[in-house]
């Protein structure tokens, strides 16, 4: 068995908004998989790796988000460092590139526009069908309860963006409200792993507002293997291995993905999900590939 050296970059607590307990859990769980593994495992906070000025490892787990952070890992893959997921994948999963990456790719998503946050205009909302809009900021994740914000009117949606100008947000993904299921899923990309579940049902949400507005789960009969390879082909198309997100299913069956996130917490399925991984990380770090 190959003893592999890896580094490990945690995530910033802010950067975990109502689950830093969960992403500390399935970070630390799936470390000591490695181990198992036969792996040589170092952990570090994203602190402590911007502090280093030389990063003697050739192979990096992370789950880092600070921008910062996400530029020096870059320049390491740059430079042959194997980075898992890749901090170009992580960048790609900031609001509005994941918009573009989607769209472009016609991976099934809630109908969304992305506008700097001094537009006060109406053409995007006569484009957007339905009751309602969701506004998210468009540079990052959502950190604060406000970045993803509903919004009854366009005159509500407006002022949101306001705010975000404000509070000096330089652009947001406005989405169409979406009426249907909402689900939750996580997935490991080159594995046969694959969870989801109704996050209304195992009060797992991050804010119990959302719930509100979409509404009590109906149960639509739909595909999951068909959401299963969605979500896959939505996270190769961003270039993260292990990711989750969100689906709203219709009262067709049809689903689209509302969200994508690289390495989310995995809180309802981490002990299934940990050693699988763990076992994608060492396939891809053993292969280099």
């Not at 509903?150 to 989405?175: M, N, W």
């Not at 109704?198 to 293997?225: L, M, R, T, W």
């Not at 067709?252 to 690289?262: E, H, V």
Request: charged share 25%; glycine share 8%; hydrophobic share 35%.
């Amino acid at each position: 068995m190959n003893e592999l050296e890896i580094l490990g970059v945690h995530r910033n607590k802010k950067f975990s908004p109502n689950h830093i307990g969960n992403d500390d859990a399935i970070f630390s769980q799936t470390a000591k998989e490695l181990e198992k593994l036969g792996c040589r495992i170092t952990i570090c906070c994203e602190d402590e790796f911007l502090a280093m000025e030389t990063v003697n490892y050739g192979k990096i787990f992370t789950m880092a988000r600070q921008k910062q952070v996400v530029a020096k890992l870059q320049e390491l893959e740059r430079n042959g460092t194997q980075v898992l997921n890749s901090a170009f994948g992580i960048e790609n999963c900031f609001r509005t590139n994941l918009t573009n990456a989607l769209n472009n790719a016609n991976i099934p998503v809630a109908d969304s526009y992305i506008v700097p946050t001094d537009y006060q205009g109406d053409d995007v909302f006569d484009q957007i069908k339905g009751k309602g809009y969701w506004i998210k900021r468009g540079d990052f994740h959502a950190i604060h309860k406000e970045d993803v914000s509903f919004a009854a009117s366009r005159e509500e949606a407006k002022e949101i963006l306001r705010e975000y100008a404000l509070r000096e947000i330089p652009d947001a993904v406005i989405s169409q409200h979406l009426v249907g299921d909402l689900v939750k899923f996580y997935g490991v990309r080159g594995t046969d792993f694959f969870f989801w579940f109704y996050p209304y049902d195992a009060n797992h949400h991050k804010y119990a507002e959302y719930q509100q507005i979409n509404g009590n789960s109906v149960y639509y009969p739909f595909s999951a293997e068909g959401l299963q390879n969605t979500a896959n082909e939505a996270a190769g198309v961003v270039g993260i291995d292990i990711y989750g997100g969100d689906a709203i299913i219709g009262k067709d069956g049809d689903y689209r993905i509302i969200d994508l996130n690289d390495w989310p917490s995995f809180a309802p399925c981490r002990d299934q999900a940990a050693g699988k991984i763990a076992g994608r990380l060492y396939e891809r770090f053993l292969n280099n590939n």
